[in-house]
């Protein structure tokens, strides 16, 4: 697996203006909250019939287009516009620039229930120019720094781009291959996550845990780039059962593997730890029911709530909640309630992934309590991480 290095911090001016757009985690991380309380409540009334979803994706489309590329890319867009700083010691945008980018993530969001008295063109223009535009801003301080292998996250950013592109093309009327670009968009993420995770998960644990090492075998961080990276490739050029299937069990047991090597007995004594484990053990779920779906086991959308739901969810509400602590000068301990929330969370995962296999004919119920629990959790966030955000570090530092 290639490892994000970290360079030494180098001397930086405090920016000016609101303290929310000091630093990318801050507009990025509280909309990305709010919007996942929002999408899903939306998406709940939808789902039962209360009124229809904007056209322009088609209903299920909107619900899974916004959950990735709106939610979750907000979660990759503060992250990395915070990360370039502690990796380069360069500051990426912020200010006006970083209020402009948000901006374009919100018009996004937005301009699909604009789609009356919008050109379907605008809509995709507006919502494929943000990930670029993230892309753009995050490079110059990366071409900067000394580690190279720290680019991955350009090119990264734009095949994410391609993924979205994807989906426009059907909504456009021009080809048939929005499926192709949301799960395109889906293993790329996991694929980012593996790479982020192989890094910080390892690194926490051995901070916390006095006298733990996490075990790394090189070989299978090679076998997992290599699985997840076919794994998208097939789903861009032609999504192939077989190998499909097969490089989703070869994943699994790679992150079976690395989960495994981090692993000790002392982090159930840490919330805001174990989510992060819990949260990789849902990818491993995910992908080992990704190829029984393609054996004909079980259902594509099972398999897909399991990496959605559980492994993104955890994973970034875990990370929300640490790295927010952490770049706010605070202690690295989460509150009660938010060690609840990680239970809650999983739970939702369960409710959605093996409630319908369980009781198939309480479908609509067991998404609703899933749901339930998803915007329970995000809205206890937002009430406690609403003030971490919108306030000054509270050691006086820049950011």
């Known amino acids: 697996m290639l490892k994000v290095h970290s360079e030494p911090p180098k001397p930086e001016l405090k920016p000016a203006g609101s303290v929310i757009l000091a630093l990318g985690f801050r507009p990025f991380f509280l909309s990305a909250a709010l ?34 590329f709106g939610y979750t890319f907000a979660i990759i ?40 008295i919008i050109p379907a063109g605008l809509i995709a223009a507006i919502d494929l120019a943000f990930i670029p ?22 090119p990264l950013l734009l095949v994410m781009a391609v993924a979205n592109l994807y989906v426009h093309l059907q909504a456009l009327g021009v080809t048939d291959s929005a499926i192709r670009g949301t799960d395109a968009m889906l293993y790329l993420v996991a694929f980012l996550i593996t790479l982020l995770g192989g890094r910080v998960i390892p690194f926490f644990t051995e901070a916390v845990i006095p006298g733990h090492h996490s075990k790394r075998n090189s070989q299978v961080e ?6 997840l990276g076919g794994l998208i490739t097939v789903q861009f050029i032609y999504p192939t059962a077989w190998l499909s299937g097969a490089l989703a069990f070869v994943v699994a047991v790679t992150q079976i593997t690395r989960v495994v090597g981090w692993y000790s ?62 770049h706010t000068g605070r202690e690295i301990q989460s509150h009660p309630l938010i060690n609840g929330c990680f239970v809650l969370l999983n739970i939702a995962a369960l409710c959605r992934v093996f409630g319908p296999m369980l009781l198939p004919q309480q479908y609509t119920l067991w998404i609703h309590i899933s749901g339930g629990l998803w915007v329970v959790s995000f809205l206890l966030f937002s009430a406690l991480y609403i003030p971490i955000l919108t306030k000054p570090r509270i050691d006086g530092k820049a950011g």
Not at 133 to 154: D, E, H, Y
Not at 222 to 227: F, G, H, P, R
Not at 315 to 326: D, I, P, Q, S, W
């Open 35 to 68: 919007s996942a309380l929002i999408l899903m409540l939306i998406w709940l009334g939808a789902w039962s019939g209360a009124y229809p979803l904007p056209t322009y994706y088609g209903t299920i489309g909107w619900h899974s287009h916004e959950m990735l």
């Open 77 to 116: 867009a503060g992250f990395l516009l915070t990360a370039v700083r502690n990796w380069t010691g360069i500051t990426p945008p912020t200010g006006t620039p970083l209020g402009l980018l948000f901006l374009l993530w919100l018009a996004g969001r937005v301009a699909p229930f604009l789609s009356d």
């Open 133 to 154: 535009a993230v892309a753009l801003a995050i490079q110059p301080a990366l071409w900067k720094g000394q580690q190279k292998v720290n680019r991955i996250f350009v």
């Open 222 to 227: 090679l076998a997992t780039v290599i699985s």
């Open 265 to 326: 007995r002392k982090i159930w004594q840490i919330p805001i730890l174990w989510v992060l484990f819990s949260g990789m053990s849902w990818l491993i779920i995910g992908f080992t029911l990704t190829g029984l779906a393609y054996l004909g086991y079980t259902g594509f959308n099972l398999a897909k709530h399991a990496i959605t739901v559980g492994g993104i969810g955890a994973l970034t509400y875990g990370m929300m909640a640490r790295v927010a602590l952490g």
